[in-house]
């Protein structure tokens, strides 16, 4: 049966641990993220499920790594400063192919920074993060139900691969308040015959490890891993398209920048100019080869992102210099308005017209 | 090297009886241990332990970054290798998740001493049911001999080249008084492995801090002091004696911390 409650994007999300099964918590407090660790401190117990305030980030994600090489379904989210902390961990839950969901609610940086909204985190996020070669599937929420629906998508797609999941919100869409709704769902059944669960006499022992001192097997190791990589990239694409069919120009956004940018397009088309969104849901795998595609229509991509500048790389990657690819950002927690993005687009376009 | 079936020994002659082996749980493959490192003994007493308290499949061991880290490669129970430091965030995950199950880890000086003190201290401090094998020996031995936390008072390393200046860099941590005064650690001692006497201490405490789990005491941490010739360039037997004579002058030897119930775990023969 349905549910459908008024939440916050960042309790929506934690709901949504308990509904998709999630068998352990580990977190630390960091705004605007907190709510995730308070919702489930509160509500974990009551499905005896783990919930567990870590001493550090560093300590969370290690807790993350000790749950999921034993077989549990294990989460935890953070901030970008304390992201930033898990890198390590990461990469070891990477490395050893352990499945596991991650959240961060992206925070304008660096350093400190501040504790509004920012996409500064897109490089950390879909280029590894962490040390040594590979890749976590990123989802990037637009809604507070997306924050939920992500959590289900999240937890399965991290079993089917054996592979961290992030979901990378940000702070707005993790404060924000918006309908969301529960859709029963059943845990699909996963082969955890890896898993550290103590020896029986019947099967060899697991071990959970990412060393591989001998370089011959070091490379089999990560060639295994590129082809997991590989494969990711064929099925997992997911994206939106709003007026791509007769779009001359195409605005590419994700998470919050994208619900703003739907409101820009919306100006534009008003004044005649046919602009089309295009929103990746996946931001690792990308989009690329449907960017690819409409590089064929439209005359120009403008991104717009919470950052000097990280997606629109990945977008002129993928048009391989068919179209112009600019960018518009804010920065530092200041968030565009429509208007705003509808100026950039005319200004970018009429350039692009003297071209 | 996987061996499930009873362990064989074909240099033994039928009519014989052995009367010491290798531990059923312990992989009959060659270690990487230098020759007189300690912690190949104490890898066997863990294995025995598991063996002679049938809990083979119920013991799941974290072993972190240092010489220790390939010790999944010969302790034939499930393990997971954790990040240099972590191995004591992994144990709380791992027993939180099955409380049913033995969960130890076996950690160096520089890993729980430096980098991992962190969540060293925190999980003895919320009390994990965990034991935590301490090897100190003074030493970074992976790295090949680096100064550590525990490094005694004037001990040359390669980076403390003219002896350890207790004004530069403190004093050895000692980490067994330091964690006994948590409320959280339930058994606390120290042991050396470098005479029989103290093996088979070394093994009475094992199965005393396995018997306090089973129990939910809280957390177990045996410290013991291993050597490391290879990186104090010393022969085994010069180790040995710098054990005795200098290694135990900063860490003494014995009980610090013992729980109010009493362990019901079997005592070996000849103690």
């Given at each position: 049966?349905?549910?459908?409650?008024?939440?916050?994007?960042?309790?929506?999300?934690?709901?949504?641990?308990?509904?998709?099964?999630?068998?352990?918590?580990?977190?630390?407090?960091?705004?605007?993220?907190?709510?995730?660790?308070?919702?489930?401190?509160?509500?974990?117990?009551?499905?005896?499920?783990?919930?567990?305030?870590?001493?550090?980030?560093?300590?969370?994600?290690?807790?993350?790594y000790g749950?999921?090489g034993a077989g549990?379904?294990?989460?935890?989210?953070?901030?970008?400063?304390?992201?930033?902390?898990?890198?390590?961990?990461?990469?070891?839950?990477?490395g050893a192919e352990l499945?596991?969901?991650?959240?961060?609610?992206?925070?304008?940086?660096?350093?400190?920074?501040?504790?509004?909204?920012?996409?500064?985190?897109?490089?950390?996020?879909?280029?590894?993060?962490?040390?040594?070669?590979?890749?976590?599937?990123?989802?990037?929420?637009?809604?507070?139900?997306?924050?939920?629906?992500?959590?289900?998508?999240?937890?399965?797609?991290?079993?089917?691969?054996?592979?961290?999941?992030?979901?990378?919100?940000?702070?707005?869409?993790?404060?924000?308040?918006?309908?969301?709704?529960?859709?029963?769902?059943?845990?699909?059944?996963?082969?955890?015959s890896w898993a550290t669960t103590g020896k029986?006499?019947?099967r060899k022992r697991n071990a959970i490890s990412s060393l591989f001192?001998?370089?011959?097997?070091?490379?089999?190791h990560?060639?295994?891993?590129?082809?997991?990589?590989?494969?990711?990239?064929?099925?997992?694409?997911?994206?939106?398209?709003?007026?791509?069919?007769?779009?001359?120009?195409?605005?590419?956004?994700?998470?919050?920048?994208?619900?703003?940018?739907?409101?820009?397009?919306?100006?534009?088309?008003?004044?005649?100019?046919?602009?089309?969104?295009?929103?990746?849901?996946?931001?690792?795998?990308?989009?690329?080869?449907?960017?690819?595609?409409?590089?064929?229509?439209?005359?120009?991509?403008?991104?717009?992102?919470?950052?000097?500048?990280?997606?629109?790389?990945?977008?002129?990657?993928?048009?391989?210099?068919?179209?112009?690819?600019?960018?518009?950002?804010?920065?530092?927690?200041?968030?565009?308005?429509?208007?705003?993005?509808?100026?950039?687009?005319?200004?970018?376009?009429?350039?692009?017209?003297?071209? | 090297m996987q061996?499930?079936?009873?362990?064989?020994?074909?240099?033994?002659?039928?009519?014989?009886?052995?009367?010491?082996?290798?531990?059923?749980?312990?992989m009959?493959v060659?270690?990487?241990?230098?020759?007189?490192?300690?912690?190949?003994?104490?890898?066997?007493?863990?294995?025995?332990?598991?063996?002679?308290?049938?809990?083979?499949?119920?013991t799941i061991g974290v072993a972190p970054?240092?010489?220790s880290v390939f010790a999944y490669e010969y302790m034939n129970i499930d393990m997971q290798e954790a990040?240099?430091?972590?191995?004591?965030?992994v144990?709380?995950?791992i027993?939180?998740?099955?409380?049913?199950?033995?969960?130890?880890?076996y950690?160096?000086?520089?890993?729980?001493?430096?980098?991992?003190?962190?969540?060293?201290?925190?999980?003895?401090?919320?009390?994990?049911?965990?034991?935590?094998?301490?090897?100190?020996?003074?030493?970074?031995?992976?790295?090949?001999?680096?100064?550590?936390?525990?490094?005694?008072?004037?001990?040359?390393?390669?980076?403390?080249?003219?002896?350890?200046?207790?004004?530069?860099?403190?004093?050895?941590?000692?980490?067994?008084?330091?964690?006994?005064?948590?409320?959280?650690?339930?058994?606390?001692?120290?042991?050396?492995?470098?005479?029989?006497?103290?093996?088979?201490?070394?093994?009475?405490?094992?199965?005393?801090?396995?018997?306090?789990?089973?129990?939910?005491?809280?957390?177990?941490?045996?410290?013991?002091?291993?050597?490391?010739?290879?990186?104090?360039?010393?022969?085994?037997?010069?180790?040995?004696?710098?054990?005795?004579?200098?290694?135990?002058?900063?860490?003494?030897?014995?009980?610090?911390?013992?729980?109010?119930?009493?362990?019901?775990?079997?005592?070996?023969?000849?103690?």
């Amino acid at each position: 049966m349905n549910v459908t409650k008024l939440m916050k994007g960042n309790e929506a999300l934690a709901e949504a641990a308990i509904r998709a099964g999630c068998d352990a918590y580990f977190g630390y407090p960091i705004t605007p993220q907190s709510e995730v660790l308070e919702y489930l401190a509160r509500e974990m117990p009551r499905h005896n499920r783990i919930v567990l305030q870590a001493e550090s980030e560093v300590a969370s994600i290690n807790m993350v790594y000790g749950a999921a090489g034993a077989g549990f379904r294990a989460m935890t989210s953070s901030s970008s400063p304390g992201f930033s902390l898990m890198q390590e961990g990461i990469s070891y839950l990477a490395g050893a192919e352990l499945p596991c969901l991650l959240v961060n609610v992206n925070r304008a940086g660096p350093g400190l920074g501040t504790i509004q909204p920012g996409q500064g985190d897109y490089f950390q996020a879909t280029k590894g993060g962490g040390h040594g070669d590979y890749r976590l599937i990123v989802l990037a929420p637009a809604s507070v139900q997306e924050m939920a629906d992500h959590v289900f998508l999240g937890f399965d797609l991290a079993d089917q691969y054996r592979n961290p999941v992030v979901i990378l919100s940000d702070g707005a869409i993790g404060q924000m308040m918006e309908k969301v709704t529960f859709k029963p769902y059943q845990k699909p059944t996963a082969d955890k015959s890896w898993a550290t669960t103590g020896k029986p006499a019947s099967r060899k022992r697991n071990a959970i490890s990412s060393l591989f001192i001998q370089p011959e097997r070091m490379e089999q190791h990560n060639l295994k891993l590129t082809e997991k990589f590989n494969r990711i990239r064929e099925s997992e694409i997911r994206f939106e398209e709003v007026n791509t069919n007769d779009a001359d120009y195409l605005l590419v956004a994700y998470g919050l920048s994208a619900r703003i940018a739907q409101k820009a397009m919306d100006l534009a088309r008003a004044k005649g100019l046919r602009v089309g969104l295009l929103r990746p849901i996946t931001l690792f795998p990308f989009p690329e080869k449907r960017l690819r595609e409409l590089a064929t229509q439209v005359q120009g991509m403008l991104t717009v992102e919470l950052n000097s500048g990280q997606m629109v790389e990945d977008v002129r990657l993928a048009v391989e210099g068919r179209v112009p690819v600019a960018h518009y950002g804010r920065m530092g927690g200041m968030i565009f308005t429509p208007e705003e993005i509808e100026r950039q687009l005319e200004t970018f376009f009429e350039k692009a017209y003297a071209n | 090297m996987q061996t499930d079936e009873p362990v064989t020994h074909a240099c033994v002659p039928d009519d014989y009886d052995v009367a010491y082996h290798r531990p059923a749980a312990l992989m009959d493959v060659n270690m990487h241990y230098c020759p007189g490192c300690a912690h190949s003994l104490v890898h066997k007493l863990l294995m025995e332990v598991v063996d002679e308290l049938g809990i083979q499949d119920q013991t799941i061991g974290v072993a972190p970054v240092g010489c220790s880290v390939f010790a999944y490669e010969y302790m034939n129970i499930d393990m997971q290798e954790a990040a240099h430091g972590r191995a004591c965030a992994v144990a709380t995950a791992i027993k939180r998740l099955m409380p049913d199950k033995f969960v130890f880890t076996y950690q160096g000086d520089g890993d729980l001493a430096a980098i991992g003190i962190a969540e060293t201290l925190h999980a003895i401090n919320r009390g994990e049911n965990i034991l935590i094998v301490f090897m100190n020996n003074a030493v970074y031995g992976m790295t090949s001999g680096q100064m550590a936390p525990t490094t005694l008072p004037g001990m040359k390393t390669t980076t403390s080249p003219f002896g350890r200046d207790t004004k530069f860099y403190g004093a050895p941590m000692k980490i067994a008084e330091l964690v006994a005064q948590l409320p959280g650690s339930s058994y606390v001692t120290r042991q050396v492995v470098n005479s029989p006497h103290g093996v088979r201490k070394t093994k009475q405490a094992l199965l005393k801090a396995f018997d306090w789990q089973k129990q939910n005491a809280g957390t177990c941490l045996i410290e013991i002091i291993g050597n490391c010739p290879s990186n104090w360039r010393m022969t085994p037997l010069e180790a040995s004696r710098f054990i005795d004579e200098e290694m135990v002058k900063s860490f003494p030897v014995g009980d610090i911390k013992t729980p109010d119930q009493p362990s019901l775990a079997p005592t070996p023969e000849n103690l």
